[in-house]
């Protein structure tokens, strides 16, 4: 069936944008305006469990993502643990999981995982057509009626469909649906990478790398997640406390590893020594976004951190955008240009109630701050199942369906759909 290949301008190469541009090059012509110019992300690590997993191992692999090249973990175990005395809360072993949910839960340095959908969104041998990529492209503001985005220099880019996957402080996102606020809930993470081989050969810290598992350390007030990445080089830290600092960047070097530890040093010894290994360590305000009553208007998709930033507590925030990012592939296959508004729309319908009800699970897992020395957690059990059983892309095709366009999932495994 002869199709309409659109032009697509995506506001942001981060994650979501590469994922984005990964998953449309097949089908449409795709412009990445990213504004910094060397495009790195931040040394911090990611999980992408199995509502993400799943799209990595289909419509991304058969996309040209490859999950050595970005240095994958697979996870083993997942452990709560007593912050002091690291009893045992809860204990899933993979296996299970794996196989009720038929995926694997895998872990990445944002770094590698970047740098991949990155390669892989530009690669000459890729599905598609070769999406561009322009640095120092500082997006201003949107005009949805002209469909063109401007730039801060003056430049302007016209487009069928604009993405706005700009991160947390959104410009295109500001510009399209009034000023977009964010709140903090005066939590901040301090976050350090470890040489695993460093904690293997110290026996206090040996007992934290004896597999390749995800760590919580949970406290009354304060929470420490730690797995492995980079093809196991590295352990991840995230080291969540109450702060009542009023920061004006969300990210901040200004902290030292000597602060990090004394924060955390009535946590089980090895904590503070493990943590005392790191040579650098930078602090994350947790802000997230209220949940908007909608992500799209005319040709323009909101999408990752910009849509629905989140704390980090349930590592969904990527998985979202990877979810998002599917999303936009399939309402948009075989799309002409009279039908974006309409199937943009749907994107909508798929995802304003998911990411509402992610944002909102996550709130209720945050630790708060409390003079309590008792633990008082829920588990991460809690909610998994909403998150994980999650198939988008089979939920995207039937809604189109329901709408009335003839599409069908030709192979789960892949994610190939075609039009019917
Ligand atoms: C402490 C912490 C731990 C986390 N752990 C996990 C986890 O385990 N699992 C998980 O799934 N998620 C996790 N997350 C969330 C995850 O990091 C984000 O959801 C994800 O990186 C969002 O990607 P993004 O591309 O939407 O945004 P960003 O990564 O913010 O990318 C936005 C991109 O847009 C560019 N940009 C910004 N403004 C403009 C502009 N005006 N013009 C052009 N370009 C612009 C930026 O330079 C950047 O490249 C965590 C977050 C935090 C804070």
Not at 5 to 10: A, E, F, G, K, Y
Not at 321 to 337: C, P, Q, T, W
Request: aromatic share 8%.
């Amino acid at each position: 069936m002869a199709t309409t290949r659109l032009s697509v301008v995506i506001c942001g190469g981060g994650i979501a944008g590469f994922a984005t541009a990964l998953l449309l090059r097949e089908d449409h012509d795709v412009t990445i305006l990213e504004s910094s110019s060397l495009n790195e992300e931040l040394g911090a690590a990611i999980t992408f469990s199995m509502n993400a997993s799943r799209l990595l191992r289909s419509s991304l692999m058969r996309a040209g993502f490859d999950k050595a090249k970005a240095r994958y973990v697979e996870a083993e175990k997942f452990q709560e643990l007593h912050w002091q005395d690291l009893s045992v809360l809860l204990e899933w072993k993979m296996e299970g999981i794996t196989s009720k949910y038929g995926e694997p839960w895998w872990y990445f340095s944002r770094k590698d995982v970047h740098q991949e959908l990155k390669r892989a969104a530009l690669s000459p041998d890729g599905l598609g057509t070769l999406p561009q990529l322009v640095l120092g492209a500082h997006v201003e503001r949107v005009d949805v009626e002209n469909r063109t985005v401007f730039l801060k220099s003056g430049k302007s880019f016209q487009a069928d469909v604009i993405v706005g996957a700009d991160g947390i402080r959104s410009a295109s996102g500001n510009s399209v649906f009034g000023k977009l606020t964010t709140e903090t809930d005066g939590m901040s993470a301090y976050r350090c990478m470890i040489p695993s081989e460093k904690l293997k050969n110290n026996p206090e810290t040996n007992v934290l790398v004896d597999c390749a598992k995800v760590l919580m350390f949970i406290g009354p007030d304060r929470r420490i997640v730690a797995y492995p990445c980079s093809s196991w080089d590295l352990m991840n830290f995230v080291c969540i406390y109450p702060d009542p600092r009023e920061r004006k960047s969300q990210w901040s070097t200004k902290v030292t590893v000597e602060e990090m530890v004394a924060t955390f040093k009535d946590f089980h010894p090895s904590v503070p020594a493990a943590l005392s290994m790191a040579t650098e360590t930078g602090v994350w305000q947790l802000r997230d976004r209220n949940p908007l009553p909608t992500l799209v208007k005319d040709c323009f998709a909101l999408i990752g951190d910009a849509a629905h930033a989140m704390g980090p507590h349930q590592g969904q925030g990527s998985c979202q955008a990877i979810e998002d990012a599917e999303a936009l592939r399939i309402v948009l296959k075989g799309a002409i240009r009279d039908s974006i508004a309409e199937r943009l729309k749907i994107f909508d319908q798929l995802r304003v109630q998911r990411v509402a009800t992610v944002i909102q699970y996550t709130r209720n897992m945050a630790p708060k701050a409390t003079i309590s020395k008792e633990v008082n957690h829920k588990t991460t059990q809690t909610y998994s199942d909403y998150y994980w059983s999650y198939k988008i892309t089979q939920e995207a095709v039937n809604i189109m369906q329901k709408h009335g366009f003839a599409m069908k999932l030709v192979d789960a495994a892949t994610g190939e759909v075609s039009l019917v």
